[in-house]
């Protein structure tokens, strides 16, 4: 049933111009791929899914806390930024608007500093709100590692993301098969197409999020 739970269909779908903040630090170490991006493996490995059921029900647990005391805060706050036709999104586990976000985690060893594998994460959290960011280290007593901003990580981070994205639109078929299934067009985009030369851009950055939409220019 946990396993079943954690695997569910949350209604996301894959678009092939937008990823996950989190997709970022995947795609540098080569786990994701383009043949690869709309396909979804389940989580079945049991360290895994016991790291994961942890982790969410101490956040579950967080929130009963935060929302009991009146905090002031937003649970799973969604994020966009958006530039050229390309966009990044994420979710903050919990943002105090105007103060700071605190992302939360639960690994499997104690932390010693804050891992590079969540870098790219509270980066895009902090270019979208602008605030200071926190890892929050599962379990008790929850210890929160700051993360510092880093301009070069955020313009490698847009490059690629773009240029990922741009590998994606390549493998899929043109616009006017309106009627290829999903199963068809993920043998499609499986198949091997060899180099795909890179053409990132400048152009002006959108962030929006659920409760304001706003654009800025960014050095690119």
């Known amino acids: 049933m946990i396993c079943k739970y954690v695997n569910r269909d949350t209604g ?109 994460q509270c980066e895009f959290y902090h270019r979208v709100t602008g605030l200071p960011v926190y890892l929050g280290e599962f379990p008790y007593p929850m210890k929160l590692w700051p993360y510092i901003p880093d301009d070069t990580r955020w313009e490698e981070d847009k490059k690629i993301a773009y240029d990922f994205c741009k590998k994606v639109e390549k493998l899929i078929p043109a616009k006017t098969s309106t009627e290829t299934s999903t199963e068809r067009l993920i043998e499609l985009i499986r198949a091997d197409t060899g180099p795909i030369f890179n053409t990132y851009p400048s152009n002006v950055g959108i962030i929006s999020t659920n409760t304001r939409r706003r654009s800025h220019r960014w050095p690119i």
């Open 12 to 120: 996301h779908k894959r678009e092939y111009n937008r990823i996950y903040a989190t997709d970022i630090f995947k795609i540098k170490k080569g786990y994701l791929k383009p043949k690869d991006f709309f396909t979804k493996e389940p989580i079945e490995d049991n360290t895994a899914l016991n790291l994961i059921t942890k982790g969410i029900a101490m956040e579950d647990f967080l929130l009963k806390v935060f929302t009991e005391l009146k905090a002031p805060i937003k649970h799973h706050h969604k994020l966009e930024y958006t530039f050229e036709d390309v966009t990044i999104s994420g979710e903050i586990d919990f943002l105090f608007p105007d103060k700071m976000v605190i992302e939360t985690k639960f690994p499997k060893e104690p932390l010693t500093e804050l891992p590079e594998r969540y870098k790219d």
